[in-house]
């Protein structure tokens, strides 16, 4: 679980956890981002959904799951270019069901592969995206960008009123960040060749 780094913090009023959580997943899987380079990051981030006409849909409502989608995308494409690593991510629970106990299993398998987990949790007061950072006793640790270090495990659910809080399981991403491949050009060998010696012809 992270230790040595602190995650960045969303303003208390603010609806931009789903920003704050995909800078936080990057920094949780060790790309190191100062201040000053997370903020390039957030600021390229909120370009583009002011491009696509979305950024005052995200300030009015937060972010859906399509809306998070296009935010991990817009960083894919930043990081891509800027630090050359490649960020891919998946949806693995989309059309998934499975106890509670094999989820945070399958999360806690995530982590140590050193992959990232955007989660998204729903309660009376809250409906927000936070980063998972493992299990420590019975509390899931969050490494999270508002003031929520963690959730007891009896008070989180993936079954709609069955907790406090309740886990949006399909709205669960596995993030992966790897150095980007470049492909290597290939240019054709010359290939020397010795010529046999002719033969005279005899008459």
């Known amino acids: 679980m992270t230790q040595d780094i602190k995650p960045y913090k969303q303003g208390t ?10 800078i936080n997943a990057v920094r949780i899987m060790g790309l190191e981002l100062p201040v000053n380079k997370a903020q390039e990051i957030y600021d390229y981030v909120l370009d583009q959904l002011y491009v696509y006409d979305a950024l005052n849909d995200v300030v009015q409502y937060g972010a859906d799951g399509a809306r998070i989608e296009q935010i991990i995308q817009f960083a894919r494409d930043y990081l891509k270019t800027v630090y050359k690593k490649e960020l891919t991510f998946i949806r693995p629970f ?6 509670f106990d094999k989820l945070l299993e399958y999360m806690q398998q995530q982590r140590q592969q050193n992959k990232a987990i955007i989660i998204r ?8 995206y936070s980063v998972f950072d493992g299990v420590k006793g019975n509390k899931l640790k969050l490494f999270d960008s508002d003031h ?7 008070d989180i659910s993936h079954i709609k009123d069955d907790a406090k809080f309740q886990l949006l399981i399909r709205q669960l991403y596995v993030l992966e960040l790897c150095n980007l491949t470049i ?21």
């Not at 009023?13 to 995909?22: G, K």
């Not at 989309?94 to 106890?99: D, E, S």
Request: hydrophobic residues 30%; positive net charge.
């Open 183 to 203: 492909p290597r050009l290939h240019t054709k060998k010359s290939v020397q060749t010795t010529s046999k010696p002719r033969l005279n012809a005899h008459l």
């Open 148 to 154: 929520l270090p963690y959730i007891k495990v009896n």
């Open 121 to 128: 949790v729903r309660s009376e007061n809250i409906d927000h």
């Open 13 to 22: 009023l603010s609806r931009w956890c789903s920003v704050y959580s995909v």
């Open 94 to 99: 989309y059309n998934n069901k499975l106890f």
